[in-house]
């Protein structure tokens, strides 16, 4: 009888199959939500991919601060399943090879795990979880946008170190038969002096992007990690007196 109550007083054991679902899921379907929907706006084009860095910039954070810490590495997996998932499908009619798609996905997942690193950064240092999600959102859109609200004070030797290490500029190189970002009217006319006042060229490959987000992320999740530990409370340490 008393191993009977034993047993029935045990926690179930979880399911490792069911928290996968549960972290993985929900991340995967807004990221293919937000893919499908660039898909719908801009169709095949360059703008699919860039647009959909864009709004990888604005769910990652929040998605990955959703997911337990052990197990956000799962979520980030899953944005770029299911980004990389619409893609593939949505290049269909346009002329892109699929070493060309996978290294757009390699600069996306570089990009996603420097995202990762920096929320968990923000959460290690005891921001909440809200403050930290909105933090990364605003520097990953500063990071993106930097042709844009720099474009006032950008100078040749800034633009020679920004552009190769940009998402958007190494996603362009891949894709550079689609088209140049810069060469949109609306960008052209108004929005940066890049190709205008400040000379540029597409980066060779897109080592430089992959290489400085995959170091950033884990940079950022190494030294978050280490601060979480030295910010864990000690218990109470046993003080031995004589008698």
């Excluded at 699919?48 to 910039?57: H, K, M, R, V, W």
């Excluded at 399943?81 to 949505?90: L, P």
Aim: hydrophobic letters at 55%; one cysteine or more.
């Amino acid at each position: 009888m008393t191993e009977q109550v034993a047993e029935i007083d045990k926690p179930p054991v979880p399911n490792s199959s069911s928290w996968v679902v549960r972290s993985s899921l929900p991340a995967l379907i807004i990221s293919a939500a937000a893919a499908i929907w660039c898909r719908a706006t801009v169709g095949p084009t360059l703008g699919l991919f860039l647009g959909s860095l864009l709004l990888t910039t604005l769910i990652t954070p929040p998605l990955i601060l959703a997911a337990d810490a052990r197990r956000s590495w799962i979520a980030a997996a899953a944005i770029v399943v299911g980004m990389g998932a619409v893609w593939a499908i949505a290049i269909l009619p346009a002329d892109i090879s699929t070493l060309e798609w996978l290294a757009c996905c390699l600069v996306l997942a570089s990009y996603i795990l420097a995202l990762a690193g920096i929320a968990n950064l923000f959460v290690a240092a005891r921001l909440s979880r809200s403050l930290a999600a909105g933090l990364t959102i605003l520097l990953g859109l500063l990071w993106l946008t930097w042709p844009v609200w720099l474009s006032p004070w950008l100078t040749q030797p800034m633009s020679d170190w920004l552009v190769p290490a940009n998402p958007i500029f190494a996603t362009n190189a891949v894709l550079k038969h689609l088209g140049t970002w810069d060469r949109a009217p609306l960008a052209y006319r108004a929005l940066t002096v890049l190709n205008q006042d400040i000379p540029y060229r597409l980066p060779g490959s897109i080592a430089g992007a992959c290489v400085a987000h995959a170091m950033t992320g884990i940079i950022t999740i190494v030294f978050g990690r280490w601060l979480g530990t030295a910010r864990t409370p000690r218990g109470p340490e046993t003080s031995f007196r004589p008698a």
